[in-house]
């Protein structure tokens, strides 16, 4: 009989027709990870453009890298987002400039596609050996101060790749961003919409929003920058000698032709680190060049491209951390998690101003004024009245007897501070104040699943209907 009848229903399940079907109405919480992980890493992935590497660089080291970067657009996406800044500011700037420059010559010119190949000598122990070259090093221009400027106006003139040819070793499409652009719509108008129809939001799905926000600035900052070309121009002698005797048409007043590495670093670091090399101005083009090693003095300093990137990342990690906040009065598994949210979330988005804050206050203020003060006799002591004399004499020797002198000389110039405040106690106080709260909140962003509002789980009817992932 139970037979007979299970038979029956399943013969009327199979013949029974039904129309459009809406989907249901509800999602799980492995639904909610998978939305947010998936546009997470697919974001990381896509919107990263790194600078040409290396011409001996192998597939595996140019994929370990961009997996390298690619975790740290997971772990702090608004320094990417700095950085991708940054760039775009060099790029428009050669931009404007060279007028006849396009967007893709501009690019190439900041990921480092200027290089020049040292004379490898021949071996005199080897038969037969003759004059080679080795591999391109990249051109990095920079001031007297060992600042990185663009490229001079002769770079133009002696000759860019066109864009044909930079398009030819172009890895992506407007195809490619217009699907990460559609997908991170789509996740912010759903999370938009909820808010709009009074359904709560799950902690995940604002930890990504902040992390949206980031990728699309990335993505519009990078739109034009080439991906993973590996395509540089080579001068020879004489241009180089062009470009150095032309350098003073710059936008510095002394351009200094240098070699850097092998390939520009993604990241802006010190420029003594980058450029080693200079060249001496030489009278004739017909002159080969002749590299010589500087002192190590000439380019110290922290370049100026570094603290930007800085100064834009933490700027920019204060505005998305503040996005946490939206998560102030959620429903959280339990109290202690929510008073570590509400924490952490103030203390990513202070941070990073407050240190943006202190050290301009710190290059900028002469702190030790009252300290030199104490070791600055007055240009007329002589007609001081006695207690006056007295306490010249009290500061004067407070000043030597306490070797003051050295307070002043370690507190050096703002030059000086600028490399040791972002070069150092810049980044030691985000590393201690940004990086464990964001940690925490990543950490809290996955256990508020134990315990969820009920209407997490419902949706929004018509945003499921827009094409996503």
């Known amino acids: 009989m139970n037979a007979t009848t299970s038979i029956a229903n399943g ?11 809406e989907s249901p109405n509800a999602r ?19 919107v990263l453009h790194l600078n040409i590497p290396s011409c001996t660089d192998t597939s595996r080291q140019i994929f370990l890298r961009k997996l390298k970067w690619m975790g740290v657009a997971i772990v702090v996406p608004e320094f990417v987002t700095a950085m991708a800044f940054n760039q775009w500011i060099q790029a428009w700037s050669i931009k404007r400039r060279f007028k006849t420059a396009s967007w893709a010559q501009a690019w190439f010119c900041v990921s480092g596609g200027l290089r020049y190949s040292e004379i490898a000598p021949a071996d005199p122990n080897v038969p ?35 864009d044909e040819m930079i398009t030819a070793e172009n890895k992506t499409d407007s195809l490619s961003k217009l699907i990460i652009v559609v997908q991170v719509c789509w996740f912010t108008v759903q999370c938009i919409s909820r808010a709009t129809e009074g359904l709560p939001i799950s902690q995940l799905e604002i930890g990504t929003l902040s992390f949206v926000g980031c990728s699309m600035l990335t993505t519009a900052f990078w739109w034009h920058k080439p991906l993973d070309i590996r395509l540089w121009k080579t001068y020879s002698d004489a241009e180089v000698a062009s470009i150095d005797i032309l350098g003073s048409g710059s936008d510095s007043s002394s351009t200094l032709v240098c070699i850097g590495d092998f390939r520009v670093p993604n990241y802006a670091v010190t420029s003594e680190l980058v450029a080693r090399y200079q060249r001496p101005k030489i009278e004739s083009q017909n002159e080969k060049c002749e590299w010589v090693d500087l002192n190590g003095e000439k380019l110290f300093g922290f370049d100026g491209q570094a603290v930007r990137e800085s100064v834009y990342g933490a700027l920019l990690a204060g505005l998305l951390g503040s ?5 102030w009065n959620f429903q959280f598994p339990t109290k202690m998690e929510e008073t570590i949210w509400k924490v952490s979330a103030l203390m990513v988005t202070i941070s990073p101003v407050l240190a943006v804050v202190i050290g301009y206050v710190i ?7 009252p300290i030199r003060w104490l070791g600055k006799a007055s240009d007329n002591s002589a007609e001081l009245s006695l207690w006056n004399r007295k306490f010249e004499s009290i500061k004067l020797r407070l000043y030597n007897d306490y070797h003051l002198e050295k307070v002043v000389a370690a507190w050096g110039t703002p030059k000086d501070r600028l490399g040791i405040i972002y070069g150092n106690v810049f980044f030691a106080t985000l590393t201690a104040a940004y990086l464990p709260p964001r940690a925490m909140l990543l950490e809290l962003m996955f256990m508020g699943f134990k315990l969820m509002p009920a209407g997490v789980y419902d949706t929004v009817q018509w945003t499921e209907n827009i094409l996503h992932i």
């Open 28 to 46: 799980g919480s492995i639904e909610i990870i998978y939305t947010c992980l998936s546009t997470i890493f697919l974001c990381s992935w896509t």
């Open 323 to 327: 996005i946490h906040l939206a998560a």
């Open 128 to 162: 037969g050996s003759v004059e080679g070259r080795y591999r391109p090093r990249i051109i990095m221009f920079c001031d007297d101060e060992g600042k990185r400027v663009n490229p001079p106006d002769a770079i133009p003139s002696i000759g860019l790749p066109d």
């Open 363 to 369: 290059v900028a203020t002469d702190l030790t004024k």
């Open 11 to 21: 013969t009327n399940a199979t013949s029974e027709r039904v129309g459009w079907t």
